[in-house]
């Protein structure tokens, strides 16, 4: 089982930036691939992006690519999403989510965390 909590959303003027954290508990943590995804308000959940167990590939939605970076620190069990050159429509709130081992399948996710990005 993985538990997942996200922190740093909060609300930043457009053209701001943030940085989300999203600390896993359990010890599979740097054997799976992490995601975040966003919902807004009256929206579908979307994908943001996604990074593989050793950090060293990530993948981002065309809304996000050159403005979004994920990143994580096995060893501390957490996934970053830093959030730069932010837009209103950027506003969301923000989930990360663990892959599960066995599935592959996003089968883990977090209570999510509020971005608002005024105009």
């Known amino acids: 089982q993985v538990q997942l909590v996200e922190s740093g959303g909060g609300l930043v003027q457009a053209g701001g930036s943030l940085r989300l954290s999203c600390a896993a508990s359990?010890?599979?943590?740097?054997?799976?691939?992490m995601g975040w995804f966003r919902q807004a308000p009256g929206k579908e959940r979307e994908f943001v992006g996604t990074?593989?167990?050793?950090?060293?590939?990530?993948y981002y939605a065309d809304s996000v690519k050159g403005r979004f970076t994920i990143s994580r620190d096995n060893a501390k069990s957490t996934v970053y999403l830093q959030m730069n050159s932010l837009k209103p429509e950027d506003t969301a709130v923000y989930y990360c989510?663990?892959?599960?081992?066995?599935?592959?399948?996003?089968?883990?996710w977090g209570q999510g965390t509020q971005v608002t990005v005024s105009s």
């Open positions: 990074i593989n167990r050793s950090g060293d590939s990530a």
């Open positions: 989510a663990a892959r599960g081992i066995i599935t592959g399948y996003y089968d883990y």
């Open positions: 359990g010890r599979t943590f740097s054997s799976v691939g």
